[in-house]
């Protein structure tokens, strides 16, 4: 049964804004370095006929820009919403990956508020509540201030899995799509400062008793007890304790601007398009088969 769904009323997730606004195939358009190439080439008085050709492709690019082809991860996003808000049904498949690192995340927010807290000498909490404007909408991990919608500081937490992971993120960029999902809960809240945090925290007791379960059976071994198993073990167990690092080296902060104006007048009209598609997709949809 699907129930009625005022379209209208979708708003886009922040941790979903960067699929939405991505360029679709089918529209390419002009690249900065192109843009610079057609000016030059519609300056010149008379041209050749490779520079006509040029010209004519680039103009064609530039008429596809002022044109909005919905990419077709956004068709995927709008689709799952539309699966949601109709049917209350998610995509299985995508919920089931990531048991283990999802699991890390759950167990250990307070312990990264606290490390986070610790380093920055800031009372952070954690959030629960779900905030929305007319276009967004996202439920932020952590914020100091008074309640969250006053919020001083948007922070996204990222509980790294161990150690060399946490030190290959220090040399990697930050994710468009983290980006752009802190930039939309300052949008929503007016936090003026927005923040990414990459934290590094003791692995939960329930998945270091998983990891030794699963060692001894790798290790095809009848008891823990075993000295071949203590050596091995002992390594893996090292490796998920992290209280031998100073806090400071265990807290990566990567600094998020809020949206300029013109960003976010692109993403509010994406989401006002984004309405209409969904409105028409329904429409159709309803003539299936029929």
Not at 106 to 135: A, G, M
Not at 190 to 204: C, D, R, Y
Request: glycine fraction near 4%; proline fraction near 5%; include cysteine.
């Amino acid at each position: 049964m699907i129930k009625e769904v005022n379209f209208d009323d979708f708003k886009c997730r922040c941790s979903a804004i960067t699929k939405m606004m991505a360029t679709s195939r089918d529209n390419p358009v002009l690249t900065e370095k192109q843009a610079v190439r057609l000016t030059e080439l519609e300056a010149k008085p008379s041209l050749t006929a490779n520079m006509q050709a040029e010209l004519a492709e680039f103009l064609v690019k530039k008429e596809n820009g002022s044109k909005i082809i919905l990419s077709d991860g956004c068709i995927d996003y709008l689709m799952e919403w539309y699966s949601w808000e109709t049917t209350g049904k998610i995509p299985v498949d995508k919920e089931a990956m990531d048991i283990q690192y999802t699991r890390k995340g759950k167990s250990t927010e307070n312990d990264c508020i606290s490390l986070l807290s610790r380093v920055d000498k800031v009372v952070y909490t954690k959030n629960e509540q779900r905030v929305t404007n007319n276009y967004l909408s996202g439920i932020p991990d952590i914020f100091s201030g008074p309640e969250v919608m006053a919020a001083t500081k948007i922070v996204d937490n990222k509980s790294l899995w161990d150690y060399p992971g946490f030190l290959k993120n220090l040399h990697k960029k930050p994710e468009n799509g983290y980006v752009d999902q802190i930039g939309g809960y300052c949008d929503i809240t007016q936090a003026p400062i927005g923040e990414i945090a990459k934290t590094l925290v003791n692995m939960p007791v329930e998945i270091i008793m998983d990891y030794e379960y699963r060692l001894l059976k790798k290790m095809n071994l009848a008891t823990t007890e075993s000295p071949e198993f203590q050596e091995e073990w002992k390594k893996w167990e090292r490796s998920m304790h992290f209280d031998d690092i100073p806090k400071e080296q265990r807290v990566y902060k990567i600094p998020v601007q809020p949206f300029t104006p013109e960003r976010k007048q692109l993403i509010y009209d994406r989401v006002k398009i984004c309405r209409e598609w969904l409105w028409l997709f329904h429409e159709n949809y309803q003539k299936l088969n029929k």
